[in-house]
């Protein structure tokens, strides 16, 4: 599998419970190489923006009102196999079902805060990473 990228958002949930070097440890210590990385803060409107794909869901609005609640990390990652070795360090959107050792089983509280965000698809991971990046931020 040729090196690829994915990219990640640390939650408010673990911005706020002090977990971000521990997060930015696990990654680096699983290879993943950061090629950018932003500390800032969604506002509502572009939360909305981001997750435009779950619109329809009934948990809409609680997911921006929580994303656009406080800072939050966000970045692009690269390593062979990137986007399915990074949902596997994290682990299942709920950490209840989370695997022992994955980041959401160790810093998450519930489906709602759930520590992390992690692309879903190599199409999605590129139009999220262009999302908060331009190519001059990409190293
Ligand atoms: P994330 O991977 O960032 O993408 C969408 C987020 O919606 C997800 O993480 C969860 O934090 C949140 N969410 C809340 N309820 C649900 C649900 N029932 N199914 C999937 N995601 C949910």
Same mark, same amino acid.
């Given at each position: 599998?040729?090196? @690829?990228?994915?990219?990640?958002? +640390?939650?408010?949930?673990? #911005?706020? @419970? ?6 930015? @440890?696990? +990654?680096?210590? &699983?290879?993943?190489?950061? /090629?950018?990385?932003? %500390? ?12 435009? #794909?779950?619109?329809? =869901?009934?948990? %809409?609005?609680?997911? /921006? &009102?929580?994303?656009? &609640?406080?800072?939050? #990390? !966000? !970045?692009?990652?690269?390593?062979? $196999?990137? #986007? ?13 079902? !989370?695997? *022992?050792?994955?980041? =959401?089983?160790? %810093?998450?509280?519930? +489906?709602?805060? $759930?520590? /992390? ?5 190599? *199409? ?7 999302? %908060? ?7």
């Amino acid at each position: 599998m040729a090196t @690829n990228r994915t990219f990640t958002m +640390i939650k408010p949930d673990a #911005v706020a @419970n002090g977990h971000i070097g521990a997060i930015l @440890n696990d +990654i680096i210590a &699983s290879g993943f190489r950061i /090629v950018a990385m932003k %500390y800032t803060k969604l506002s509502p409107e572009k939360a909305g923006e981001f997750y435009a #794909v779950h619109k329809e =869901r009934g948990f %809409y609005g609680d997911l /921006v &009102s929580f994303m656009s &609640s406080g800072p939050i #990390v !966000a !970045a692009i990652l690269e390593k062979t $196999n990137a #986007v399915e070795d990074f949902r596997a360090l994290i682990g299942a959107t709920n950490p209840a079902d !989370a695997a *022992e050792g994955t980041i =959401r089983q160790k %810093y998450a509280k519930s +489906i709602d805060a $759930n520590a /992390v965000h992690g692309s879903d698809s190599d *199409e999605n991971a590129e139009i999220e990473g262009n999302f %908060y990046f331009t190519a001059f931020d990409k190293f």
